[in-house]
């Protein structure tokens, strides 16, 4: 008889370390079939979600996240900027939904948001959601009472991710604990949100970390409702900019046993796509990834141009009855636009002095 391990349509939420790490060990070729027959279980394999994202509040950040561009600990050169304008939000929302984006995230580099942020932040989520496109946002920690108030504005989808493993997370973020993150996520599902969480690999993590990771995700109450996985993207002046690479076959084994562990939760190939072949790409779709962040610039960095993606998609038949390859050079130009007027951001502080 097979263990439950082996069923592919199990949803289990009892994983442990060393049986995901005998996963991410198994010979390639079987990894992948397995990964991908789950995969064909719950979805359509041929269809891949596309999420846009937009900065909505850039640099300055008070945390220490080692790999992170936007900490103000850093000399990374970030033009550092204050919250947008609710209608230059929407404007931009605009244009990804006429690219043919099917979720428009919107992250902030706070903390937590403050009180008085959220009146602008619950705009932004009631107007984004008037043009008719899914939202999600990433501010940071939620109370409970913050979190209950963006999922009365109608905010679809929180992102918090737990980054890597519990133990190898104090190497890399001391500003704030692995239980103030499941907190958070606690929270987030509580107000009835759906949550987005995963982590980044590429940050000098053990396989276990990475094992460590996965069980973290599978084993909450709830398996999220998307997983991110990030590669980690170097920026220069972060403490991670001379990290070495990760293999990409690691990468993408990787990808196959979050399928495998969490088969219907929307697993994206996020950040560091910009990095990758398209064969890699087609590698971690095959594996089970089938979410990507769509338009030229992820938060801070680079990420392949929408006509790229549009090109890659054609090639391997993905999304082909999808309205993804609408405009897609519309979606990089407005969205490439540098935020050129102060008149774009609010000095939200400055508003709350008054
Ligand atoms: N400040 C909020 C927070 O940290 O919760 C929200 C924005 S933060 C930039 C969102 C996520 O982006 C981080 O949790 C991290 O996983 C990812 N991220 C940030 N910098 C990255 C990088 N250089 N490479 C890959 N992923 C990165
Ligand atoms: C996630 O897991 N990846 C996105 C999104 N959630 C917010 C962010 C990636 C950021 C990459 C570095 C940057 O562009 O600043
Ligand atoms: Fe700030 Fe988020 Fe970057 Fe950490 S990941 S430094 S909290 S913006």
Known sequence: ?????????DMRHDWTVEEVASLLNMPFNDLLFRAQTVHRENFDPNAVQVSTLLSIKTGACPEDCAY????ARYDT??????????EAVIEKAKAAKAAGSDRFCMGAAWRSPRAKDMPYVLA????VKEIGLETCMTLGMLDDEKADALAEAGLDYYN????????YYGDIITTRTYSDRLNTLANVRNAGMKVCSGGILGMGESQKDRAGL???LANLPAHPDSVPINQLVKVEGTPLESEGDLDPLDFIRTIAVARIMMPKSHVRLSAGREEM?????AMCFFAGANSIFYGECLLTTPNPAANKDQDLFRKLGINSDHHVTKAPRELDEILAQPMASDAMFYDASAQAAQ
């Open 1 to 9: 008889m097979m263990s439950a391990a082996h069923n592919p349509s």
């Open 68 to 71: 992170c561009p936007q900490s």
């Open 77 to 86: 050169k970030l033009e550092k900027e204050k919250l947008m304008e609710v």
């Open 124 to 127: 932004m989520v009631k107007g």
């Open 160 to 167: 918090h991710n737990l980054d890597t493993s519990p133990e």
């Open 214 to 216: 996965l069980v973290q």
């Open 277 to 281: 072949s398209e064969e890699m790409q």
